[in-house]
């Protein structure tokens, strides 16, 4: 099994424990806050944060999919190859772009470690609060570069376009 694979089936498996997690804690909060009349905030706040991976990770697997939202109304006018060169110049400017985030990213991370703030509610390093930004901006960037790759191929080669 290569390493894509076993990276996308790491990845859906992820997303789908963390909505489930997700859903479970929200779930418990509104019943202990609505019928307890007990709050706690410790929950929210991971709730936040969970909510924040969850959205990170999942983009990297829209992208993959094919699912990620695009702006493709000129494209629709092109024929099929400069369609294909215009989706691999999008593909490639979004993964720089995402690189940057993921760039921007690290510095954050490295200066809130420096800093050695934490949380408000859980008292996790703020740093770890924030990695989850770094590590998906890079598989994001990751995902897009991969996708331009393809569409540059088959834009070269229709031949082997599949």
């Keep these: 099994m290569r390493f894509n694979e076993i990276f996308n089936s790491f990845e859906e498996l992820s997303i789908g424990g963390l909505l489930l997690l ?6 418990f909060q509104v019943i202990t806050r609505y019928c307890f009349d007990i709050t706690f905030d410790w929950m929210a706040e991971g709730s936040r944060y969970l909510t924040i991976l969850a959205t990170f990770a ?25 369609t294909l060169l215009v989706k691999s110049i999008a593909h490639f400017f979004s993964s720089f772009i995402m690189f940057i985030v993921g760039y921007q990213a690290y510095v954050l991370v490295k200066k809130l470690a420096l800093f050695g703030m934490s949380t408000a509610s859980l008292g996790l390093p703020m740093w770890v609060a924030y990695l989850p930004i770094l590590f998906f901006s890079l598989v994001i960037g990751w995902r897009f570069f991969h996708e331009g790759i393809k569409s540059l191929r088959a834009f070269i080669n229709p031949a082997s376009a599949s």
């Design 22 to 27: 997700l859903a479970m804690a929200t779930t």
């Design 58 to 82: 999942g983009a990297g697997l829209a992208v993959k999919s094919g699912a990620h939202f695009t702006m493709d109304a000129a494209i629709h006018f092109l024929p099929e190859r400069p």
